[in-house]
């Protein structure tokens, strides 16, 4: 394979060599196709937001959701986020895709709430590039206006690791987005290295425990450690805490028993489509069934 294989190797900086093989020549035509057909989703509106409920354990309802695009490829099928948001952002794409999250998921919730079901937080997820755009808090301020949606009912979740790169720049950024009146959470929180000073000076509302750590919280004591103190970090700095990537009963309880404010994953509901999303809000029993814990008796 290797004589058939084309090498071309690049310099790149002391003694990082670059192959590209025939393999990334393929993967490199995969991503050239992927990128003409987002741009035509984009315009076909061929893109579709789920939304999934974070439990608020305290009150025993829906908090909020976060709204989390979804592309049906006509012919490849379902393609993650996770692998085009990365080509969104390398091609630009991001911009014109991240303007129609922001706008549909605004007019989503106002329509909700316009509808009277109890008010919830809509959180979107911002890529690295949006978060960098100079012009991000007037075009959100003009999402805000237009679809009418309060922005106390808004939530932007940038990454941690997003907010570590240029913190200078990043604390301009959020400081303006916050002056709109909109909620602040950081995503994947425990994967990137925060500096606890940063933690305390950022103006943010919010982390969300990254799933990873999630994921073992009952078998490994390091990770329930981890999660242990994520929560008391951001209760000492008066934050809200969620916990993502719950999945199973046991996680729910030791996150209850250790106080953490809301819990989002499959153990309560995987992403929905609008539609079915909207049939839990109908549901008045929803919460109580699926909360095992605190309603042993009625399950
Ligand atoms: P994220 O913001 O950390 O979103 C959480 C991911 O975990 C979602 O994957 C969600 O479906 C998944 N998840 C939720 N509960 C569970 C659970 O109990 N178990 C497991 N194993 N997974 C769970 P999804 O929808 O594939 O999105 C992946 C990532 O893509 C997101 O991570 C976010 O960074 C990005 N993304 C998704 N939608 C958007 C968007 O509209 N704009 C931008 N910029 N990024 C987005
Ligand atoms: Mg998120
Ligand atoms: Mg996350
Ligand atoms: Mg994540």
Redesign the pocket.
């Known amino acids: 394979a290797a004589d058939t294989a084309m090498y071309h190797a690049k310099k790149k900086g002391n003694d990082n060599i670059q192959f590209y093989t025939e393999d990334m020549h393929e993967s490199n035509l995969r991503r050239l196709s992927i990128e003409k057909d987002l741009r035509q989703a984009i315009e076909n509106v061929g893109l579709e ?2 939304y ?1 409920p974070k439990v608020d354990l305290r009150r025993g309802c829906i908090a909020g959701m ?5 592309w049906k490829h006509p012919v490849q099928g379902n393609i ?3 692998v085009f ?1 990365p080509i969104a952002e390398e091609s630009g794409l ?1 911009h014109p ?2 303007e129609w ?1 922001l706008q549909q998921a605004c007019i989503q919730n106002k329509a909700w709430q316009d509808v009277g079901y109890p008010k919830m937080r809509m959180a ?4 690295p590039h ?1 978060f960098r755009q100079q012009d991000l808090p007037e075009r959100l301020a003009h999402i805000l206006r237009e679809t009418g949606l309060d922005p106390e009912w808004f939530e932007l ?1 940038i ?1 941690e690791s997003s907010l570590m790169e240029k913190t200078e720049e990043t604390m301009v950024m959020l400081r303006r987005l916050k002056a709109l009146g909109v909620h602040i959470s950081i ?2 929180f425990g994967t990137g290295y925060s500096s606890l000073n940063y933690l305390k000076q950022f103006p943010i509302d919010c982390v ?1 425990i ?2 990873t750590f999630i994921n073992d919280i009952v078998e490994s004591q390091k990770d329930s450690k981890i999660a242990y103190a994520i929560i008391g970090l951001a209760k000492s700095l008066d934050l809200r805490v969620v916990a ?4 199973s009963v046991e996680q729910l309880s030791f996150l209850d028993k250790h106080h953490c404010d809301e819990i ?4 309560f509901s ?2 929905l489509p609008a539609a079915v999303f909207e049939s839990l809000l109908q549901d008045r029993l929803w919460f109580s069934r699926r909360y095992a814990v605190k309603f042993p008796e009625k399950e």
Not at 264 to 267: D, E, H, L, P
Request: net charge negative; aromatic share 8%; hydrophobic share 30%.
């Open positions: 937001l789920y999934q976060e709204a989390l695009l979804r993650p986020p996770t948001i991001i895709l991240g999250v979107v997820n911002l890529s949006q979740e990454t995503d994947d969300k990254d799933k993502e990537g719950v999945e989002q994953g499959y153990y995987r992403p």
